[in-house]
């Protein structure tokens, strides 16, 4: 099985910076993408940045710029580093690991869920 756990979150003024890690333990899996989401405001997670196994990166529109998501040298790990936060930046940010098994031929990657790690963005 696969397991994910989240690390970082706290306070912090506007302004200020924050650094997420992640750690992910697959097992016999192989991660194929590695991401941040947050809650919003709704029930869907919304995407601030991924990363792929071969190092590829993208993030949403309202990050770009301040956020940057990396990687450890081949460890199942990834971190955010948040810099210039703002208060709209306030939310509950979880990561995601999609993996793969060789037995699972080309069907789609799995993903797995972090309990989540709250972060603050106030004066």
């Known amino acids: 099985q696969v397991h994910v756990m989240e690390s970082g979150g706290g306070f912090a003024q506007p302004g200020g910076s924050l650094r997420l890690s992640c750690e992910a333990s697959?097992?016999?899996?192989?991660?194929?993408?590695m991401g941040w989401y947050r809650q919003g405001f709704g029930k869907r997670r919304l995407l601030v940045a991924q990363?792929?196994?071969?190092?590829?990166?993208i993030y949403a529109d309202s990050v770009k710029g301040r956020f940057t998501i990396s990687r450890d040298n081949g460890k199942n790990t990834v971190h955010l580093q948040m810099n210039s936060l703002k208060p709209e930046d306030t939310d509950v940010y979880y990561c995601?690991?999609?993996?793969?098994?060789?037995?699972?031929?080309?069907?789609?990657?799995?993903?797995?869920w972090g309990p989540g790690t709250q972060v603050t963005v106030d004066p």
């Open positions: 995601a690991v999609n993996v793969l098994h060789p037995g699972w031929g080309t069907r789609p990657g799995s993903d797995y």
């Open positions: 697959v097992n016999m899996f192989s991660v194929n993408a």
């Open positions: 990363i792929t196994s071969g190092g590829g990166t």
